[in-house]
Nanobody, 125 residues
């Protein structure tokens, strides 16, 4: 079965850290651009970070989040540090095979081949 599964969300205090994981089954993530999106209640979905040949970050998370590939495990991880209450959202990973730029993928200009089911991140004291 071809699917993406994202995991690692939870409840964390402001200033804390979480590590999200996007795992693929049935296909190899290394051939895809991977984007992490998030959607908070009442807000539009926004691109957070992307990895293709290099990494790309939204201004709101630059310096705090790090995206990386683990090819041995066929996963893409998002390390989130110095979390803020405004980071609270459902986080989704998405995989796109066509060679568009990260900025294009993050702006949701093009469709993705696969989506994860989402994982809740709540930052609260």
């Amino acid at each position: 079965q071809l699917q993406l599964v994202d995991s690692g969300g939870g409840l964390v205090q402001p200033g804390g850290s979480l590590r999200l994981s996007c795992a693929a089954s049935g296909f190899t993530l290394n051939y895809y651009s991977i984007v992490w999106f998030r959607q908070a209640p009442g807000k539009e979905r926004e691109g957070v970070s992307c990895i293709r040949a290099s990494e790309y970050y939204a201004d709101s998370v630059k310096g705090r989040f790090t995206i990386s590939r683990d090819n041995a495990k066929n996963t893409v991880n998002l390390q989130m540090n110095s979390l803020k209450p405004e980071d609270t959202a459902v986080y989704y990973c998405a995989a796109g095979r066509l060679p568009y730029s990260c900025s294009a993928y993050m702006s949701q200009k093009y469709e993705f081949d696969y989506w994860g089911q989402g994982t809740q991140v709540t930052v609260s004291s």
